[in-house]
Nanobody, 120 residues
Framework: QVQLMESGGGLVQPGGSLRLSCEAS????????MGWYRQAPGKQREFVAT???????HYADSVLGRFTISMDSTKKTVSLQMSNLKPEDTAVYYC??????????????WGQGTQVTVSS
C-alpha cells in the first residue's frame, strides 16, 4: 500500500519562508510525477506546482518566482520551498504523486495535508 506523508507546515509572518516535504512509502515500483496542491477555506483545491524527471517543473502563476519544487527520486521525496509568503497563501497543502506500485497499475495518491498559515 502506498502512502504520502507531508511535513513542514506551520505559522509564518508575511514575507517569511517555509519548506514543505513529502515522502512516499510502500510498495513502489516507480514515481512519474510529484506535486503540491492547496485548499483554502471555502475554496476548491488548486494546483500549486508539479515536477517530473522528464518534463521538469511547472508552477501556478500565483506562486511563480516565490515557490520552488524539487524531487529526490531515490528517496521518493518532493519538497516545496516557499518564500515571500503572502496571507493568500494560507491553505492546507496536499502532496500528490503518480505512482506505479510493485503489484498495482499507475494511480494517483494524496497525502493527508499540512496547514500553512501566513499571518502577522
Amino acid at each position: 500500500q502506498v502512502q504520502l506523508m507531508e511535513s513542514g507546515g506551520g505559522l509564518v509572518q508575511p514575507g517569511g519562508s517555509l519548506r514543505l516535504s513529502c515522502e512516499a512509502s510502500g510498495s513502489i515500483a516507480s514515481i512519474n510525477a510529484m506535486g503540491w496542491y492547496r485548499q483554502a477555506p471555502g475554496k476548491q483545491r488548486e494546483f500549486v506546482a508539479t515536477i517530473t524527471s522528464s518534463a521538469g517543473s511547472h508552477y501556478a502563476d500565483s506562486v511563480l518566482g516565490r515557490f520552488t519544487i524539487s524531487m529526490d527520486s531515490t528517496k521518493k521525496t518532493v519538497s516545496l520551498q516557499m518564500s515571500n509568503l503572502k496571507p493568500e497563501d494560507t491553505a492546507v497543502y496536499y502532496c500528490n504523486a503518480g505512482i506505479v506500485g510493485e503489484q498495482t497499475m499507475w494511480a494517483g495518491y494524496w497525502g493527508q495535508g499540512t496547514q500553512v498559515t501566513v499571518s502577522s
